[in-house]
């Protein structure tokens, strides 16, 4: 990278078995000027494994959450652009080379993508796939990969986001969205994924609940009309036929039928009111 900085930021909870293998790698990359681990209250020798070895070590007294230890990291580094990836040992110190060549080229968020056989088991691949595609549908761009952790970011633009970012593992979706929504750059690279030393933190049950809500926020972070107009016109059409059946068999207009048309209006004044507040966001966020 001529003339510009790269600090990786690397979120960390009880991954010692890890995080070594991770940090050597790192640090003896040329391109990389600084390694900044942020423990979230782990319970085991994470941070001291970490600043032993060269990492710039910041540590949270309790667990806060992944995107937390990001925004921390965010805060602290000094370069003018950031390398996010896991400590589990899944990302590939390797690919970053492909990550900063997209940033040169004048992206300002690049996204290792995985592909169908980097992933966990075969309901995450097909909830990833969902969310791609819906992502893709509300922004109107080609999204390879929402969810994806290993990223590289131009700093001052990432920064604007922070408030938006929330402290759980769901921080790719929201900042992926804010760069679309900002009008920025985004690409995606393809990366090899490894699989992982020691256990996963996501829980199965909560964070799957977690992820539908996810397919909401995504509407609502992005383009909230996209989301409760064809709700709003499906609830619509759906009273449409009710009332169409009752006028021909009994003659009348049903309470069902009124019903079903309040709730289309409804929904569809709630996703106006939606798309005003996420501009006000945006435009606060600026």
Do not use: C, W
Not at 119 to 144: D, E, K, M, P, W
Not at 184 to 212: C, E, M, N, T, W
Not at 252 to 263: G, V, Y
């Amino acid at each position: 990278m001529k003339n510009r900085k790269v600090s990786v930021v690397i979120p960390a909870k009880n991954e010692s078995s890890s995080i070594s293998k991770v940090i050597e790698a790192l640090v003896s990359n040329q391109l990389i000027n600084e390694v900044i681990v942020v423990d979230d209250g782990s319970t085991d020798h994470t941070g001291e494994i970490a600043s032993s070895l060269g990492a710039k070590l910041i540590t949270h007294p309790y667990s806060k959450g992944n995107g937390a230890a990001i925004k921390t990291g965010a805060r602290a580094a000094v370069g003018d652009v950031l390398v996010f990836m896991d400590a589990d040992g899944q990302h590939s110190p390797e690919d970053i080379q492909k990550l900063l060549s997209k940033i040169e080229e004048g992206f300002d968020l690049v996204v290792g993508s995985r592909d169908s056989r980097s992933q966990a088991s075969f309901g995450r691949l097909l909830a990833n796939s969902l969310y791609n595609r819906l992502s893709s549908y509300v922004t109107g761009h080609r999204i390879a990969d929402l969810t994806s952790g290993f990223r590289a970011v131009r700093r001052e633009k990432f920064l604007q986001f922070l408030s938006l970012l929330p402290n759980g593992f769901s921080y790719p979706t929201t900042s992926t969205i804010a760069f679309f929504r900002a009008g920025y750059s985004v690409a995606y690279v393809p990366v090899k994924v490894l699989r992982r030393s020691g256990k996963s933190h996501i829980k199965p049950i909560q964070d799957g609940i977690r992820f539908l809500l996810i397919i909401f926020k995504i509407g609502t972070l992005y383009s909230p009309l996209k989301l409760f107009v064809p709700v709003s016109f499906g609830v619509f059409m759906l009273g449409i036929s009710y009332y169409g059946y009752t006028y021909f068999t009994e003659g009348r207009f049903t309470n069902m039928s009124a019903l079903m048309f309040t709730t289309a209006l409804i929904v569809f004044l709630v996703g106006l009111v939606s798309e005003q507040i996420t501009s006000l966001l945006y435009k606060d966020s600026d």
